[in-house]
């Protein structure tokens, strides 16, 4: 059995790591309620878009469209692929780190092509692919802490170039997207280029005729698709933030847990081995005094 | 007056949601107007001023960024990336903006710092412009 000041100090540090864990709990717990606000709030522009944008696509005239270019005439073996890919700055969040790599690697897997490359947001996934050896860009240098329209629009834009100028010709978008306060999923998103809907997907209800662009459906595609994608990656990194938040504070609140836990088995333990030693003390005391009475 | 149903949702909030009458919208080339019964069009809107009659006949000014909308059967949805009240318009900074932009626009720069600064530059004017400090 261990000694009793062996287990004063083992409680020690537990108690000063239920601190730490603790106070991250609370920090993340204040955070996550201003991210569901701010996800609330967004939600109506990320889905209205993308439900928007998807009815435009469905009763679109037939139009050739660089955004819907889906360059057939690559083969899959040489196919440049761009994976945005949102992780937190931080780890020590449950599994949410490791879903998204998780997914990435799996994408890796499926396609056939060995041009990929990364586009991390967040240092620890940087890190990570860093360590492992992947291509990634160091110059795509954002933050995931608090999202803002303005970078997700500096993003949209060095994306949409990149697409634009040939150096990629398929962009995917991997973020974790929250169900509810227990649930979060990995999403595997295109970006670009765009599919469009051919009518023999369509549903019934949606027969009507087509919609008239102005001033012409090109254009209009030109300012709605950039538009589209910085909506959706503002979103994405919406979702993600707040689903970190989430994980963490769910990650912390079982640390603490189980720090109480093992708190309590200790205790236990350091009574015993007090006792124990008590009640050693107590039996050599009276052992030598039988001793000495016998002596007499 | 025949109403029709308007949304217009930013990416911070759902802007307007309700009746209106009179919607006047700035296109690529200029304004277009939208009354009940319009027929089915996609638009795509530049920056600039927004206008909206209500049923009661008043009228709502507002500040939109790019976007575009899209009428469909009396449901009209409009979806920028802001929208902003005049009252809501921090006029210094927006003249700082401009001030900003035209100060870049003056020197050299790439394809993209130009169409940036532009962007920022008509951000700013069309902000100044409904706060009437232009």
Request: net charge neutral; charged share 30%; with cysteine.
């Amino acid at each position: 059995m261990a000694s009793s000041k062996e287990i004063k100090d083992r409680i020690g540090s537990i108690q000063d790591t239920m601190k730490i864990t603790n106070a991250m709990y609370l920090i993340s717990s204040s955070k996550m309620k201003k991210a569901k606000k701010n996800l609330a709030d967004t939600e109506p522009y990320f889905f209205g878009i993308q439900d928007v944008a998807k009815r435009i696509l469905r009763h679109a005239p037939d139009l050739e469209n660089i955004y819907f270019d889906q360059r057939m005439n690559i083969r899959d073996e040489e196919r440049k692929i761009g994976y945005i890919v949102i992780t937190a700055d931080k780890g020590l969040a449950g599994s949410y780190n490791h879903n998204v790599i998780k997914t990435v690697l799996e994408q890796y897997k499926i396609r056939k092509t060995k041009k990929n490359s990364l586009f991390v947001l967040g240092e620890y996934g940087r890190h990570y692919f860093e360590k492992k050896g992947y291509i990634i860009d160091h110059l795509f240098h954002y933050t995931v802490q608090s999202p803002t329209m303005h970078r997700a629009r500096v993003i949209a834009e060095k994306m949409v170039d990149l697409y634009l100028n040939y150096n990629l010709d398929e962009i995917y978008l991997i973020f974790t997207k929250m169900i509810n306060a227990l649930h979060s999923e990995t999403q595997v998103l295109p970006l670009l280029p765009q599919k469009k809907y051919s009518f023999s997907e369509e549903s019934t209800d949606n027969l009507r005729e087509e919609s008239f662009f102005y001033p012409n459906p090109d254009s209009v595609m030109n300012s709605i698709i950039p538009d589209y994608i910085s909506g959706v990656i503002f979103g994405a990194l919406v979702e993600a933030y707040t689903s970190e938040q989430n994980a963490r504070m769910i990650a912390m609140e079982a640390a603490t847990r189980n720090a109480n836990e093992m708190l309590k088995e200790l205790s236990i333990k350091y009574n015993r081995a007090r006792q124990a030693a008590i009640t050693q003390e107590v039996t050599e005391v009276v052992s030598g005094a039988k001793t000495k009475n016998r002596k007499k | 007056m025949i109403s029709f149903s308007l949304k217009v949702i930013a990416s911070d909030k759902v802007f307007f949601d309700g009746k209106c009458d009179i919607l006047i919208v700035p296109a690529i080339d200029g304004e277009m107007t939208v009354m009940a019964n319009h027929e089915n069009m996609v638009i795509a809107l530049d920056t600039g001023e927004i206008r909206i009659m209500k049923e009661d006949e008043t009228w709502i000014h507002a500040v939109i960024g790019i976007g575009f909308a899209e009428i469909e059967d009396n449901i009209t949805t409009i979806i920028v990336d802001t929208a902003e009240y005049p009252e809501e318009i921090d006029v210094k900074r927006a003249l700082a903006a401009k001030e900003r932009a035209e100060e870049q626009l003056r020197q050299k720069m790439s394809t993209q710092q130009y169409k940036h600064s532009k962007a920022s530059l008509a951000r700013a004017m069309s902000r100044l412009r409904i706060t009437k400090n232009l």
